[in-house]
């Protein structure tokens, strides 16, 4: 016993020592990046694009999630600045490669590059009745009157034609309102004219989302027999190595769901036997944010099988009398638990887990079911 506690020290004065070392370079901080998101999400449905860009920016900087970006190219693209739209949508996808959404953005990238490219050759045309350089021409004045002969060459007015109406002065009378337009006018969103057409669409989803659903974990303590060991013993070490994945679907929410599973080993040694406990369990947790990033409350419920091996004549588990059970044998087993789990990084975490492991009898050469209390402490890493 002696041993295994000295075992379980050493481990966690390793866990803690890493977890120390990653708090130094801990850069993030979800909680405000949340706020901003909030806050921009506000400013945008205000019409305060300039407010909700600025938001997100600088929720951005706190925590890198590409939605962030998203975001920032859809307040651009309804402002009218095609330009910077563009580039939050192309930064958007190279950070988030799998995009749900990565066909709508690859439209919008497609439109908002289309309209780019008119504006371009728009100012690049003169309006009518202004001369090109090369022509050496003066600009018409816009009243239509004048001389007509500045804007084509002399040769083609003939100066004794005087009773015939000048013929550019339906050209001159048109002033050059296309290019100022083209060029002070920030071009609709592409797919129509004016926000009403298409209202942009903001991301409901909270960034703070789980960057490392992945989870492994180490479990150590011991287990306290309550029934079923007919003859009594002392407290068994206990282990167990764990694995999940956590949801994506509730991230940035009060709690969040996680699917996984456990193995788990025990033993107990009586004179003449020493009986193997092997735990195979499927282990569903539901884990509330107390504090977010920083510390959960959770209960998991283990469902699976208990295989009991080593079993001999002189097992403290049987029976007494009971004299030709050997081998192994397989059990349903319950693991309803809760737990505390402290985040020292956004990666690593320290858990504590009280929980109380139920099997019934495999059959009739036990006295009744297996009943133990289990304290476990641990450490979890998310990839």
Known sequence: MRRCLGSMLLVFALVAGAGAGGVAHAQENPKKARELFQQGKTFFDLGQFDDAIKAWQDGYRYKADPLFLYNIAQAYRQSGNPQRALFFYKSYLTNFPRAPNRAEVEEKIEALQKVIDDAARTQKMPPPGVMRPEH??????????????????????????????????????????TTTTAMNTPPPPPGGSGASTEPPTVTKTAPPTIANPIDIGVMLGMDVWATGIPRGADPSF??????????????????????????????????GSTDVFLSVLADPMVRIH????????????GLGVLILSGLTRNSALLKPGVTDV??????????????????????????????????????????????????????????
């Open 290 to 301: 107390l504090m977010p990033e920083k510390l959960d409350l959770y209960a998991d419920l």
């Open 238 to 271: 206990a282990l167990a190595v764990t694995g999940g994945y956590t949801l994506q679907a509730l991230s940035g929410a009060a709690f969040d769901f996680r699917v996984g599973g456990k193995l788990g080993f025990s033993f107990l040694s009586d004179v």
């Open 326 to 383: 050997t081998g192994a044998l397989a059990a349903f087993e319950l693991r309803p638990a809760v737990g505390v789990e402290y985040y020292l990084s956004p990666s690593l975490s320290l858990q504590a887990s009280p929980g109380l492991v139920i099997s019934p009898p495999p059959n009739d050469f036990f006295a009744e079911s297996i009943v133990r209390f289990e304290l476990a402490f641990g450490a979890s890493l998310r990839l």
């Open 136 to 177: 050496g021409g003066k600009t018409p004045p816009e009243d239509g009157g004048g001389e007509t002969t500045s804007t084509r060459p002399a040769t083609t007015t003939p100066r004794s034609t005087t009773t015939t109406p000048p013929t550019t002065s339906t050209t001159t009378q048109t002033p050059p309102q």
